[in-house]
């Protein structure tokens, strides 16, 4: 290690502690330790065992952020792991049988299930239990992995060039002093610096800005998952039984699905997809997903259940028309952080994994040159699966049947539509309330567990350090208790999983409480606020949940 200086940029709003930090030199640093960030590092290794690659993670362990349906196409794990059947994931359960489901409140019928969801071949599996066990693979390569690494800022060359990454201080009180015990976060500096931070990640989001990597792109769209694993009696479940529906609980406007997987050992992981380009102000996604949980077609499967593990995560949907440049210099776009993502599939692990393993080969041959790899990957097998699809989830802006045909003639064509069409940002949907339609909530009574968002954080076991920086950073809170309040009725009490923010009244006046320790992570307020004041910032390494098999 060596002590230098060296130039970063971080948020305007968060004060720099002028000091002499640690540097680590690699060829390559990865930021995020998901399927693509490992999938990438093993890949690289394999090509060339002499490069030196590390991989940091935010979360406290490998797979403890890391939430996903998850049904994956095995096409590309064969590719990177040939022999991994011989010893498969932890949860890894064939696909048997695919239903797809129309709901309405009180019922439902089967529906053919569209050919992007015919599942013949694939696996369910657990991504975060997926990624635990990815990392002692890359390891064995010799890989170096640093979980409680969170990348706070990235490092820049005088001439702009990315450099690598700053790891972010620990011990900083909620005041900005150091407290006892405070240790430096360390620079990290190497050749090329590979972005792995899932949707929406905040290092990406600053750096699509400064390079304007989005500048031929349309802007990138998310939607919420929110998922929950259980255990229910054995007998109530059906190994490889996949079932998807749509309709009820949302209305013909709001973007919305769900997701049962039968897993084995009597395990059912279940999820519920709501699109943040909806328009009412009032929605409210977990709120949804509880509706839909206790549904007659779904209630049984659950009741005298016992609730393991739930959270939240935003997924990025944009697809062909928003994917922004995946390069620049001295760094480079994968995953599901590019936005690679295939919506009508529901499906990123292929992506991500296929994405890494193209970037790793690209840097052998490139020399770790960055330059190139854009057009690679646009030339690839990854992007032609997204465009054959670009039209299909646009399309549902018009309304849930015009959707439907269109996803049908899409599907019918190949995507082979003369025209594509435009995504806008996800928070210019949202209609102010004197303006808005107002669908018709028949919610149910529920009787499932968790009661409310603060219970369902428990499950999510999420963890921050009560005096540290908040790491939701609103840029002027004010707006929050006039404009916003009057205008759309503050939608980040509703549209937040996790119940992060709060309108408290005080001695007849109000105030925004950011209650940061209950964040999941899941990005939503930094995408859907409608003023755009809202920034997630990365908190101390190691905070945030600690998902069990999600």
Request: net charge negative; with cysteine; proline share 7%.
């Given at each position: ?8 940029v971080?948020?305007s ?5 002028e000091i002499e930090?640690?540097v680590?030199?690699y060829?390559?640093?990865t930021v ?10 093993i890949r690289?290794?394999q090509?060339n ?11 406290s362990t490998i797979g ?5 349906g998850a049904v994956?196409e095995t ?6 792991l040939?022999?991994?059947r011989?010893?498969p994931?932890?949860i890894?359960v064939?696909?048997?049988?695919d239903?797809f489901w129309?709901?309405?409140k009180?019922?439902?019928r089967?529906?053919p299930v569209?050919p ?9 599996v ?7 066990w990815l990392a002692p ?8 992995i ?7 800022e990235?490092?820049?060359d005088p001439?702009?060039r ?15 002093t150091?407290k ?5 976060g360390i ?5 090329v610096?590979?972005f ?6 905040h ?5 699509i800005?400064?390079?304007?990597l989005d ?5 990138q769209?998310y ?5 929950e ?9 059906s190994?490889?039984k996949?079932?998807h529906s749509?309709g ?11 997701f049962l997987y039968h897993l084995d ?5 279940l999820?519920y997809?709501?699109g ?6 009032d929605?409210k996604p ?13 209630k ?6 016992n ?13 062909y028309?928003?994917l922004?440049k995946?390069?620049?210099p001295?760094?480079l776009?994968?995953g ?12 990123g692990?292929?992506?991500?994994i296929?994405?890494g393993m193209?970037a790793a080969?690209h840097l ?15 030339a690839?097998?990854a ?8 039209n299909?989830?646009?399309?549902f802006?018009k ?11 899409e ?5 082979l ?9 996800d ?8 303006e ?8 149910l ?6 009661r ?8 999510a076991?999420t ?6 920086p ?6 002027d809170t ?7 309040a ?5 939608p ?7 119940g992060?923010y709060?309108i ?8 925004l409480?950011?209650?940061s ?6 990005k ?11 920034n997630?910032?990365?908190p101390?390494?190691?905070a945030?949940p600690?998902y069990q098999?999600?």
């Amino acid at each position: 290690m060596s002590e230098q200086p060296i130039d970063t940029v971080q948020p305007s709003d968060t004060p720099a502690i002028e000091i002499e930090r640690d540097v680590m030199e690699y060829d390559v640093v990865t930021v995020g330790a998901g399927p693509a960030g490992l999938s990438f590092a093993i890949r690289l290794k394999q090509l060339n065992p002499e490069i030196s690659v590390c991989v940091i993670e935010k979360s406290s362990t490998i797979g403890a952020h890391i939430l996903s349906g998850a049904v994956i196409e095995t096409g590309p794990l064969d590719a990177l792991l040939p022999n991994w059947r011989d010893n498969p994931p932890p949860i890894c359960v064939p696909a048997t049988d695919d239903e797809f489901w129309l709901l309405t409140k009180t019922g439902g019928r089967k529906l053919p299930v569209p050919p992007g969801m015919n599942n013949h071949g694939n696996v369910i599996v657990s991504l975060g239990a997926m990624c635990a066990w990815l990392a002692p693979q890359a390891e064995a390569l010799g890989v170096e992995i640093y979980p409680g690494f969170a990348a706070a800022e990235t490092l820049h060359d005088p001439d702009g060039r990315v450099a690598g990454v700053r790891i972010g201080d620990m011990g900083i009180s909620k005041d900005g002093t150091p407290k006892d015990g405070f240790t430096a976060g360390i620079d990290i500096r190497a050749k090329v610096t590979v972005f792995a931070e899932g949707a929406r990640g905040h290092l990406t989001k600053r750096l699509i800005k400064r390079f304007k990597l989005d500048a031929d792109s349309d802007p990138q769209g998310y939607s919420i998952g929110i998922k929950e694993l259980w255990q229910v009696p054995e007998d109530r479940v059906s190994p490889g039984k996949i079932v998807h529906s749509f309709g009820w609980p949302a209305d013909s406007h709001t973007y919305g699905g769900s997701f049962l997987y039968h897993l084995d050992k009597g395990r059912i992981a279940l999820g519920y997809v709501s699109g943040l380009d909806y328009r009412d102000p009032d929605y409210k996604p977990w709120e949804a997903f509880q509706q839909w949980k206790n549904h007659p077609m779904v209630k049984p499967l659950l009741e005298g259940g016992n609730l393991v593990s739930a959270g939240a995560r935003a997924i990025v949907t944009g697809g062909y028309q928003s994917l922004p440049k995946v390069e620049m210099p001295g760094a480079l776009l994968i995953g599901d952080t590019a936005g690679l993502l295939n919506v009508p599939k529901v499906k990123g692990t292929h992506q991500a994994i296929r994405s890494g393993m193209l970037a790793a080969e690209h840097l052998v041959a490139a020399e770790l040159a960055a330059e190139g790899f854009d057009a690679k990957l646009r030339a690839s097998e990854a992007m032609a699966e997204l465009k054959k699809v670009r039209n299909i989830k646009p399309a549902f802006k018009k309304g849930l049947w015009f959707g439907m045909l269109n996803a049908a003639w899409e599907t019918v064509t190949g995507g082979l539509s003369p025209w594509t069409l435009k995504n806008k940002p996800d928070w210019s949907s949202l209609q102010k309330l004197g303006e808005a339609e107002k669908p018709k909530r028949d919610y149910l009574d529920r009787t499932l567990a968790p009661r409310d968002r603060l219970a369902s954080v428990y499950f999510a076991a999420t963890e921050h350090d009560e005096d540290q920086p908040v790491h939701l950073k609103v840029a002027d809170t004010n707006i929050c208790i006039t404009q916003c309040a009057e205008e759309y009725g503050n939608p980040c009490t509703r549209f937040c999983p996790a119940g992060v923010y709060e309108i408290v009244e005080e001695e007849g006046s109000k105030r925004l409480q950011i209650n940061s320790a209950n964040c999941v992570h899941c990005k939503t307020c930094d995408i859907k606020d409608p003023y755009e004041i809202i920034n997630w910032v990365t908190p101390e390494g190691g905070a945030g949940p600690n998902y069990q098999n999600l």
